[in-house]
T-cell receptor, first 113, second 114 residues
Framework: SQKIEQNSEALNIQEGKTATLTCNYT??????LQWYRQDPGRGPVFLLL?????KEKRKERLKVTFDTTLKQSLFHITASQPADSATYLC????????????FGQGTTLQVKP | DTEVTQTPKHLVMGMTNKKSLKCEQH?????MYWYKQKAKKPPELMFV???????INESVPSRFSPECPNSSLLNLHLHALQPEDSALYLC?????????????FGDGTRLSIL
């Protein structure tokens, strides 16, 4: 069956360090992979989309990699700040249905001052 | 502030009530979505509308009835809900629903069934 797996445990890091979050998937062949941020009581906010032929994408302090051989995406936040504390979700569209976005469980990041 | 507006923000209803959740976007998007999210879980897709036509129904019970009156509006009509239906209901939109597009979410309606 199709699965998207993220680190289920919370990630605690010190301010200023780089946070690295992992997203692994099985039985998908996605052309695109997306990352979202969700704060408590709010809807998810889109951060980055990466295509299968892109190895890496950057936006300010964010960097995403996409390895279709390993079936893995890594999400990095450099120079992390307490304001980066949130749950981060990776998401793929189901292979046979356009419009059906499927989310991983999410990883909660806590950045301590 | 999000570009997708959901009302009400909170709703408490009894199991015999009928209520509706509303969602509005003015980004010109032609795909709109309803998701259900339980605590500490990811959003789960319920319905997809593409160009105002229902294109995906994820085997949602008939006590949830979606409606798309026009390209900017999406409603979710609720009737005879169960306590397990208590959750955050999120609406989202995207340009036309294809897989190279991000989705824009509202902040949801927090629904409690007594």
């Amino acid at each position: 069956s199709q699965k998207i797996e993220q680190n289920s445990e919370a990630l605690n890091i010190q301010e200023g360090k780089t946070a690295t979050l992992t997203c692994n998937y099985t039985n998908y062949s996605p052309a695109y992979l997306q990352w979202y941020r969700q704060d408590p009581g709010r809807g998810p906010v889109f951060l980055l989309l990466i295509r299968e032929n892109e190895k890496e994408k950057r936006k300010e302090r964010l960097k995403v990699t996409f390895d279709t051989t390993l079936k893995q995406s890594l999400f990095h936040i450099t120079a992390s700040q307490p304001a980066d504390s949130a749950t981060y979700l990776c998401a793929l569209y189901g292979s046979s249905n356009t419009g059906k976005l499927i989310f991983g469980q999410g990883t909660t990041l806590q950045v301590k001052p | 502030d999000t570009e997708v507006t959901q009302t009400p923000k909170h709703l408490v209803m009894g199991m015999t009530n009928k209520k509706s959740l509303k969602c509005e976007q003015h980004m010109g998007h032609r795909a709109m979505y309803w998701y259900k999210q339980k605590a500490k879980k990811p959003p789960e897709l319920m319905f997809v509308y593409s160009y105002e036509k229902l294109s995906i129904n994820e085997s949602v019970p008939s006590r949830f009835s979606p409606e798309c009156p026009n390209s900017s509006l999406l409603n979710l009509h609720l009737h005879a809900l169960q306590p397990e239906d208590s959750a955050l209901y999120l609406c989202a939109s995207s340009q036309d629903g294809t897989s190279n597009q991000p989705q824009h979410f509202g902040d949801g309606t927090r629904l409690s069934i007594l």
